[in-house]
Each structure stands twice: as structure tokens, then as C-alpha cells.
């Protein structure tokens, strides 16, 4: 089978992802063996693949938004069946954390595309319990951007404290952020978003938001929460100013470039900041009930496998609007 790897972390515009044929994998004990016919493009991927993220293991075949269908089946899945993996692979089931409901905190959780090799490839290897069923009405392109996009920007709009009516504000419009504002409209929340990119700004404005300006501009009043998507630490001190008193700024990337200094006016009246920190599978199953309620729709560009560098470095330079997502 083909798998693209990462030996070396480089950036992104050197090509660092290395085509392999491999042997298809077997799966273990409570594993099935997927054929994955959809996987989404993260920029987490790109964290790994350029060194923001360290490689933990070498090599290693990035990729966490997988759709495939069982072809080796377990006790949960049968061969035929359609489902996904997403990010959180793994956890100890033991700690405080995973006996708390916060198995997202796991200090043994192990990570899709990271620990272990995920969905740029013909074949992976999915762990049946924290394997998903997928929505019947999307598309399998469609369903990919919902394994990590959709899940994480589920859990940021709740920690943003943002209830129905509410105001909300984004900061970066990639795919969470295409994928959150569907969720944040279906529940009458007026959003606003700050983006550089015009592509992603008239997105936004498709979408339901209310305004669309560049990552600086001021909104045109107060929010009751925020959610920077964007890895730029210095939107923080933007993002809090934009809050009106008590309101709660999500970070939720998984890397962040250095923070400025903040005076403590900005936190003052009550203001907050919370880090998203992965997803628990509570996360991924109401993420995907809601997205076939809706329904949402993410907006996709399409790439062939074999373009996996190409696609990287269209999402780093934000040559697309939306969710990019690889088919073999």
C-alpha cells in the first residue's frame, strides 16, 4: 500500500512527506483494518510534519480525520461497515482524568498521525473503541473535515461559554472555524469572524456571519465569547478586548506562537481564557449528531494522495477556503 511519512521534519515547502510502499497492516486486539477512502488536512499534520510538534515516533504517517471502510472487521465493526478515526486514539481508562469524563487530559492518551501512523496512506489501523459511526447523509469528503475540524471547534464554542442568542467571535476561518460557525448559527448566535484571507472572509459571510473583517480590525461591538483558531499568539490581547465583561477567549489550537505580555486591564471584569486540549469521544459523538441534525455542510478541496505535500503547503499559504481533505 502507499503511505506518505515523515522521516525528518521540514518545512512544509521541501516536501518532507516521503512516499512508501508498505505491507498493509494487520490490526490487534480490539483493532479493525480500515480502508481509508477520505482524510482530512489539519494543520496540526502540518505541526507535526514542519517540527512545532515533536516526532515521538519515526517514522511516522500523519493524518487524523480518516473515513474508511472495514475491511478486516472486530467485534463492534464488520467488514463493509463506514466509519472514522479521529485525533484521540488512545487513553489509559484508569486516571482521574478518564474516570472524571476528561479523558481528553489523559496523561497516557495516545494521538492519531502522532504516536501512531494515521490516514495518509491506502490503509490504517483503527482502535474499534474510539473508532466513530458515521452520518449516513455526508459524503465521505464531507464526513472527514468532522473527525478533528468539527470536533474541536464543538468543544472551543462550549468552552467559550457562547449560549443560543449569544455573540461570538472567531479569529481565524479555517476548517474548525467553517465547521463551527454552522454549529453557532443553528443555535441563532451572531458571529464575527477576523480572518487575513478574502477567500475566507467571503466564506464566513456565505455562512450566516454577521461581519468579516481582517485579524486586527475591531468588531463592531462586544462579544460574549471568542475562539482563536488561527496559531497566533499575538491575536490574544485582540481577542480580549473584543470581550465584554465575563467573557471567555478558547485557544484552540494544539501550538501557539509566543504570547505578548498582557496587562492585567485586559483580563480585568472577569474575562477568561481557557485552552482546548484534544476532544473526549463525548465530543466526537455530539459533534456528529448535531452535524446530521443541522445538517452541516463543510466546504471541501479535494486532493489525490499522492499530492499530500502539495495540499500541506496549499493549507499553510491559505490557497483554499474551508476544509482540505486527501482521496486516494
Known amino acids: 500500500m502507499r503511505a506518505f511519512a515523515v522521516r525528518e521534519q521540514a518545512p512544509i515547502e521541501a516536501a518532507p512527506l516521503v512516499r512508501e510502499e508498505r505491507a498493509v497492516p494487520a490490526p490487534g486486539a480490539g483493532e479493525v483494518l480500515v480502508r481509508v477512502t477520505a482524510c482530512g488536512i489539519c494543520r496540526t499534520d502540518l505541526h507535526v510534519v514542519e517540527g512545532d510538534l515533536p516526532l515521538v515516533t519515526v517514522p511516522i504517517v500523519p493524518g487524523h480525520q480518516i473515513v474508511g471502510r472495514v475491511e478486516r472487521g472486530g467485534a463492534r465493526f464488520r467488514a463493509g ?15 482521574a482524568y478518564c474516570a472524571s469524563g476528561r479523558e481528553n487530559l489523559c496523561e497516557r492518551a495516545r494521538f492519531t498521525g502522532w504516536h501512531v501512523d494515521g490516514g495518509f ?3 490504517a489501523v483503527v482502535p474499534e473503541a474510539f473508532a466513530y459511526a458515521l452520518p449516513g447523509a455526508l459524503g ?4 472527514a473535515p468532522l473527525l478533528c475540524a468539527g470536533i474541536i471547534g464543538y468543544r472551543a464554542l462550549r468552552l467559550s461559554g457562547v449560549g443560543p442568542g449569544g455573540r461570538l467571535a472567531i479569529y481565524g476561518f479555517g476548517s474548525s472555524a467553517s465547521v463551527t460557525i454552522q454549529v453557532a448559527r443553528a443555535r441563532a448566535v451572531q458571529v464575527f469572524v477576523c480572518t487575513r484571507e478574502r477567500s475566507h472572509r467571503d466564506l464566513a459571510t456565505a455562512l450566516g456571519a454577521s461581519w468579516a473583517g481582517q485579524t486586527a480590525d475591531p468588531l463592531p461591538e462586544p462579544v460574549d465569547g471568542a475562539i482563536i483558531f488561527a496559531p497566533a499568539g499575538e491575536l490574544v490581547p485582540i481577542a480580549l478586548r473584543s470581550l465584554a465583561r465575563g467573557g471567555a477567549l478558547a485557544l484552540a489550537g494544539i501550538h501557539m506562537s509566543r504570547i505578548p505580555p498582557l496587562d492585567y486591564a485586559e483580563l480585568f471584569n472577569e474575562k477568561r481564557i481557557v485552552t482546548v486540549t484534544a476532544s473526549t469521544r463525548a465530543d466526537g459523538e ?6 446530521a441534525r443541522i445538517p452541516i455542510r463543510p466546504a471541501v478541496t479535494t486532493f489525490p494522495l499522492d499530492d499530500a505535500n502539495a495540499a500541506l503547503l496549499a493549507l499553510k499559504r491559505g490557497a483554499f477556503a474551508g476544509s482540505g481533505v486527501l482521496l486516494p
Open 286 to 291: 455530539e459533534l456528529l449528531a448535531e452535524a
Open 140 to 143: 465521505d469528503a464531507e464526513a
Open 81 to 95: 461497515d463506514r466509519i472514522g478515526a479521529a485525533w484521540l486514539r488512545a487513553t489509559c481508562g484508569r486516571c
Open 121 to 123: 496512506a491506502d490503509h
